[in-house]
């Protein structure tokens, strides 16, 4: 019976908070229905960061362009700060440079959200390389696949312009993916998951034998990790004994009583693409879906 339980639990969850977060994203991708409010002014926001980059409309080349121009720029500055971490801040431990093969596949790897890892988050990165470098990635490039099913469903509508790639991109970012990832890190926070800049703990075993326990900012990464379906590159307090990171096996990455869910990766890695079958529908021009996913689509 318990065997069934855990499964059900996380397909129930994954549907009961799929709609919230539906809502949400068609609340964020969406233009604003008002010209006036909370929401234009965030748009506003959006306009005097981006400048007139962000206010073109952009046809399905311009668009692909932008999306490619922009991948290059993120490959090349977390390349920069990976590679030069051992002179950067944020650096408790005192990690030093990295190989350069090892930085390139690193980075070819986060910034197409492939995330193939080569080496231990908590033993090679400084905290700034994990929080400028792989959590930055880990946060962008989710975002640019929210971006391109946005552009290929305007495109699928009939539109010639498929909107503008850099005004999405903040949109995915700070109206969608940050949301959520502020709620869930503040939820495993208050559970007991570590959330800190300090460096290394030393502590003294059962044995009497001293162990070095890897901290770091775990909660804020393990949120948009699961979130953004991405995969290791930050700290791992266990993995420093077994010298490669595992990706969240540790107990300290499940400091909630239900820390199994949000791990399993179902639950938090389901919340965006849960609604994808009834997108794909109402594309195809099915009647009778009215649910806020499908909403986001037919206003896209």
């Known amino acids: 019976m318990q065997s069934l339980l855990y499964p059900a639990l996380v397909i129930a969850l994954s549907i009961l908070v799929s709609w919230p977060v539906g809502k949400l994203a068609t609340w964020g991708m969406c233009d604003p229905q008002e010209k006036s409010g909370f929401r234009h002014g965030l748009d506003a926001l959006f306009v005097k960061i981006g400048g007139r980059a962000a206010t073109v409309g952009q046809d399905w080349k311009r668009y692909t362009l932008a999306m490619l121009l922009f991948n290059a720029i993120i490959f090349t500055v977390a390349f920069l700060v990976m590679g030069f971490q051992h002179l950067l801040p944020l650096n408790p431990d005192g990690m030093g440079p990295l190989e350069p093969s090892l930085i390139f596949n690193t980075m070819a790897s986060f910034t197409s959200n492939t995330n193939l890892q080569h080496y231990s988050g908590e033993q090679a990165l400084s905290y700034f390389s994990q929080l400028f470098s792989i ?18 469903a305007r495109g699928l509508s009939g539109k010639a312009v498929f909107g503008n790639f850099y005004m999405d991109l903040m949109r995915a970012t700070f109206l969608v993916l940050i949301p959520i990832c502020v709620i869930t890190a503040t939820m495993l926070v208050l559970g007991g998951l570590v959330m800190t ?11 009497g034998a001293k162990q070095t326990i890897a901290r770091g900012p775990v909660a804020a990464f393990l949120t948009i990790k699961d979130l953004g379906t991405n995969g290791g590159g930050g700290p791992d307090p266990r993995a420093g004994r077994r010298g490669r990171s595992r990706s969240g096996d540790p107990p300290s990455d499940n400091g909630l009583p239900a820390g199994g869910l949000r791990r399993a990766p179902v639950l938090p890695g389901h919340l965006l693409p849960a609604p994808a ?24």
């Open 135 to 152: 959590m930055w990635l880990q946060y962008v490039t989710p975002a640019t696949g929210l971006c391109v099913l946005a552009a290929i």
């Open 197 to 207: 800049l300090d460096g290394s703990a030393v502590a003294t075993t059962l044995e």
């Open 277 to 300: 079958p009834a997108r794909r529908r109402d594309l195809r021009g099915h009647a009778g879906l009215h649910g806020p996913q499908d909403r986001l689509l037919r206003r896209l």
